[in-house]
Structure formats: C-alpha cells, structure tokens
C-alpha cells in the first residue's frame, strides 16, 4: 500500500523543518505518486521533445517487463552505461520497478574500467547507447562471467526531425551495432514489444517490493587502493535526499518549474539532485547528455530553465561565455554547486554575474559524498557565512572530532567532519574492511560516516570545509592547506584557476608548489610570479609558501569536471621515478 502523498504545499516563510516523515516506498513509487496526481505534467524534456509522467511511466514499465522476460529478477545487478539521455532515465526507474540493482557507470569509461565494474558487481547485462557498443562489448567479452548487451540508439529519443538529421550524419555510422551473431539486443526492439502490449503487460508486473535493507544502486568513488569502490545505496537514501533538498531549498519545487540536468547520472549529485529529487516533485528535467559551454549557454537562453546545479568549474566557464554576457537570467530560481569545494572568489563572481543578469538567487554551495548520496549540507537561502557550507539537511547530523579518536572539537576547532542520517549507504561493495573505517558506531548507538575530510562547526551549527584530510600537506612539520592558498591565489586579479600541491622532499617532508592558469591578456612572466608570490606572502605565512609555481593554460579535469589534483601529482612525481598510473579522482 503506497503512503500518504509526500508532496503538498509548504510555507516557505518559515525556516526548514528539521524532522521529516519518509515514506517506506522504492523510487519508482515516488515517482508513480506524481504520475497518480499530475499525470500530464512533463517529467524531462530532451531536445525540446517532452515527455508527460504519463507516458514516462508507460516507458517504464515496459522497459521493465522486458527486463523481467530476459531474466533480471529481483536483486539482479544490471549496468547502465548512458549519458542523460530518455532511455536511461527510463532504464534506471524500469532497474528499480522490478527490485533488480542498477550499477551506475560513465560511458567514458576505459574498457579496463569497465570490466572492473561488470566483476565487481557481478552484472550480467549492461544498457548502452550504439556509439560506445564496441568498447561495451570488448569489455564484456573479457569479463569473468557471461554479459549481454542492450542497444539503445539516440535518434530513437530524439523528435523526429533531429532523428532523422541524426541518423544521416552520425546515427548510420553504428547502425551494425549489435555485433551479428551476437545475443545482444536492441532497447527499442525488447521495449517497443512490450509497448504494443499496453495495459496487458504491465497488470503481468509484480508489484513493487520496498525493502529497507535492499541495494537499489550501486555508484563508485576512488578508493584509497588505486580502485573504485562500489557504494551501495537503497531507496530510502534516494527518497531521503529528494524530501531533506527540498525542504533546505526553500523554493517552490513543482509541476510547471524546470531544472536543467547536465550533471551525469553516474555521479551522486546528478542522480541525486538533478534528476531524482526534481523528477519526483513534479519539476521537468532537461536533460543534456554531454556538456560543453556553448550548448549550455544556449539552453539558459532558449529553455529557460528555473534551476541550475553544477560543479564549480561549471560556473566558471559560465563567467567566461560570451552568449551570456547580455543574457536575460530571471527566470533562474535557485543555483546550487557541488561536487567540489566553491572558492570564495569565486561566488563573488558567479553571484555578481547573476545579479548583473536579473537572477533571483545567489550560488548556494552544498557539501557531501557519495557514501550519503550526495549533498548533506546547504548554505540557507538568505544568509551566507564566508566558507561556510551551511546547515545539515533535517534529520542529519554534523559533529567534528579529532582526527583518529572520537573525541569531539570545541566550536571553531578543525577536525574530521563526520554525520549520520538517514543517506547513509549501506556499505562498499564486496569491501568490508573499508566499510569498517568509514562507517563506525559511536557512543550514541548509531552508525556515523567518518568523511576523512577536515572542516569544523561553529556555535550556531554553521559547518565549514577545509579539504580532505589526505590533502593535507606537511611540510617542516607544519600543516598546509591547499585550499587556502587556492582561495587567495584565485582571489588576484590576474589568476583565473589554481590548483596546489604538495610534493616530496628528503629534508622538508614535502615542499608546496602551486599550478596557475592566469587570464587572458596577463603574461606567464617572472614578474607575475613574483606578483603573486607577494600576495600570497600577505596572506598565508611563510611556511605555507609555494617553494615552486607553474604557468598552464588549463587544469586536468575529472569526468565531472573537477580539478585533477591527483593527476598534477602523478605528473611531477612521474618526472623523478617511473610513471605510476594515477588514482582516479571521484
């Protein structure tokens, strides 16, 4: 029996709830709740084509029936390989309708990657889009266990037009994809036989089965070992999320308000927050399977999308695009950063850029990890404290303690931020002693996530983050924070990005040194480092100086756009030593 409705109108004048009601229902029945009550709403919208809750549940639906008659019972872990495009949304809540696992994974992904991800988790079929079928496919073929592949076509979920222009010029060139011979299969095909069915197939469905304890995806996060770790999290993590965001959003989250979806589904604060917290309150998601700054651009102009949400380099190349430089932003609502840390400089300007523009929000800087999800923390709407990340989502609890013991800080005391709360996961994949480190029950009897990352409190509960603990340089026995010095390197009026590092050395321990892409028009000169480097003297003492700094014209990214520190430091330790494949960064 599904709960009451979740969704109803809140006074946003009054300050968050700090205790919710979560319904004991999966995330497909969330999703069906909206369907139930605005069944002809848009759900997302791709290319300008909508698609209702109507039909998005049909698709469902018979998405999973045909996953049911291939055999992906309950607990089945089956891999979605897909950019944010229709048929993965439809894949990942069809996973969910029929209690199977959806193991999330990046298209981009290397075939070594892949193989890694389909042993981990033991999956045996994997949906992907035509373009990446033979890289899935050599994956699959070097798997330890036997992998079918599901085919899905792009001009399939584009409207018509676009299919066809689509199909001329990019889509003809995979249309062999399914290998033949093979037994893979074609997603419109499978799905399409089951659509015919109509109403038929779906009363064959099981009902659905919500179950506390039961892994309903599965992301990944670098592990500490040079291997992802897989994170398992359940429907009550997902639906936690979807309630807590929105109360601390304290913006009106409904049918007829849009969000723009760019953040990939493989990642925490993609799914999390642009598609599943958004999808089921009514808000349509447009969807965007790839990103690069001038399509970007173009849809904050032509869609006119109510919410934004996105890493910080998002928002600096925002700063930098020239379609938006006149661009009309009033319709945008609420602008929310992830991912990685926000500097203050650069709120500054993403906030002045957004005032300049007519928007009706400043940037507001969420904090969290993949093993709650995503985002636990939100800066308030109306007020900002500098480098605080803000107040913990209702029901969730921060405590900061020193590093290695339990034993709580005093307000304004740096130590390791830990939470508890009801996205918590469940624990790593397969990885018990790593799940025993980071989930620890203390005195109170409930199981705390041990972040490894530095922050502290003040005496209002505002938090702050420093940077995560292993960032932590030392250096003649001093402790230097990164984070710092990029803050007051991205604050010159001649720096653009930085990114510093720490970097072996015999007699200091480490020795800092710092990676600067200037602007445009400032010359990577002496004088500019000597420029710098007394800013920075002004500011950070002695110690903490960079003993090297380097000019690039860019910083390496992740695959969701964060800054690649990692990489930089396999890149100079690589100059004395042999290479040593890096650690992904998550």
Known sequence: MINKRFFQNRDLSLPPRRHLDYPDMTMFQMLQQVEEEYPDAPAYEFYKKRTSYRTFIADIEAAASAFLKLGMGEGCPVTICLPNVPQALTAFYGVNRIGAVANMIHPLSAVTEIVYYLNVSGSPWVVTLDMFYEKVRRAADQADHPVRVIVCRMQDALPA???????????????????????????????NAEKLKGAAAREKLPRPSYKADRTAVILYSGGTSGKPKGICLTDMNFNALALQAVEAIRER????????????????????????????????????????????????????PNFIAGVPTLFDALLHAPALEHADLSMLHGCFCGGDSLTVELKRRVD????????????????????????????PKNEYR???????????????????????CSPGVEGEIVLKGP????????????????????SDGDLWLYTGDLGSMDEDGYVYFAQRIKRMIVTNGYNVYPSQLENVLDAHPLVDCSCVIGLPDERRGQIVKAFVVLKKGAEASEATRERLMAHLAQHVAGYALPKEMEFRGGLPKTLVGKVAYRLLEEEELAKGEPPKAAEQAS
């Open 161 to 191: 037009h676009l299919g066809a222009a689509y199909l001329l010029k990019e889509g003809r060139k995979y249309l062999k994809f399914p290998r033949a011979g093979s037994r893979d299969l074609l997603w419109q095909t499978i799905v």
């Open 253 to 304: 989250f409904e049918p007829g308000l849009t969000i723009l979806s760019c953040m990939p589904l493989f990642h925490g604060f993609g799914l999390g927050i642009n598609i599943h917290t958004a999808i089921t309150h009514g808000v349509c998601c447009i969807l965007m399977p790839s990103f690069n700054i001038k399509t970007y651009s173009n849809m904050l102009i032509k869609r006119r």
């Open 352 to 379: 002045r850029f957004l005032q300049e523009r007519g928007a009706h929000c400043q940037i507001r800087e969420g904090y969290g990890l993949t093993e709650c999800v995503t985002a636990s923390c939100l800066t």
């Open 386 to 408: 500098e480098r605080s990340i803000g107040l913990p989502f209702p029901d969730t609890f921060y405590d900061i303690v020193k590093p290695g013991t339990d034993e709580p």
């Open 423 to 442: 996205t918590l996961m469940l624990s790593y994949l397969n990885n018990e002693e790593e799940t025993a480190q980071t989930l620890r029950r203390r």
